[in-house]
């Protein structure tokens, strides 16, 4: 009744005007009550994907909790689980890269060869502060041994495949499949390993001059193993919010 007497007014009454704002916004409620609800499912799906218990991060737990079953079954030192910590950093560095080709294309053939060569002195540096701090852990002289350390290697090299899956899984879950890549300049993509490894050896090396200075080594290295896997952990669902989506 009211919208009749809206056009078509009585006589004796004045027309009642209605402003261009007001139909646009009439239009708008209309048609936000015409339109579906999103189901629960898909608004909880970029949720799932990087929470907790999403399939990148479940990846991560358990390439973190390799490490465990070395100390325990094989009698991993301190020493060797910060050579492997400091192995991740460059499987990072390596999908970093990855990440600069699929946002700059050919400018990659520009920061690429700089990245290399910035990150690359940044994991000689960070090797020799650990072997300047965990040397003895590591070999028998002051010299860094590259048989000993290929050794190592090899010895770890399930734990080393582990995070290169890991963060392999997450590659193609998070950044491809989440178009994480989308309106991100390559200098970004190119500092963005730089705070989660400083973070995460933060941690570790705190948990390393614990071990050292308790005398039961094998609940020190259970404890240094759970410390990064809860940085690590945290780091990835920062990095990989639902928010960024």
Not at 77 to 82: A, L, N
Not at 90 to 96: C, E, K, R, S
Not at 153 to 169: C, D, T, Y
């Amino acid at each position: 009744m009211q919208k009749l007497r809206t056009l078509f007014p009585m006589q004796d009454q004045p027309p009642v005007k209605i402003s261009k704002t007001e139909v646009v916004d009439a239009m708008d409620r209309e048609k936000s009550v015409d339109e579906p609800a999103p189901h629960p499912s898909a608004a909880n799906e970029a949720t799932f994907s990087t929470g907790i218990f999403g399939f990148s991060s479940l990846a991560l737990m358990a390439a973190n909790l390799i490490p465990l079953f070395g100390v325990l079954l094989d009698g991993w030192r301190i020493g060797d689980i910060m050579l492997l910590f400091w192995a991740e950093s460059a499987v990072i560095g390596f999908y970093t890269l990855c990440k600069m080709c699929k946002i700059g294309r050919w400018s990659v053939l520009f920061y690429g060869p700089f990245f290399v060569g910035h990150y690359g002195a940044f994991m000689v540096v960070h090797l020799l502060f650990i072997y300047g701090l965990f040397g003895s852990e590591l070999a028998s002289s002051s010299d860094i041994p590259v048989t000993e350390v290929l050794q190592d290697f090899v010895q770890m090299a399930p734990a080393l495949l582990a995070f290169f899956i890991s963060h392999g899984i997450s590659y193609p879950s998070n950044f491809l499949g989440r178009h994480e890549y989308q309106g991100r300049e390559i200098s970004e993509q190119m500092r963005q390993p730089y705070k989660r490894i400083v973070i995460m050896h933060v941690t570790i090396i705190f948990g390393g001059f614990l071990v050292m200075a308790l005398n039961t080594p094998l609940p020190a290295l259970v404890l240094l193993i759970l410390l990064k896997l809860i940085a690590d952990l945290k780091s990835h669902l920062t990095e990989h919010s639902a928010k960024k989506s």
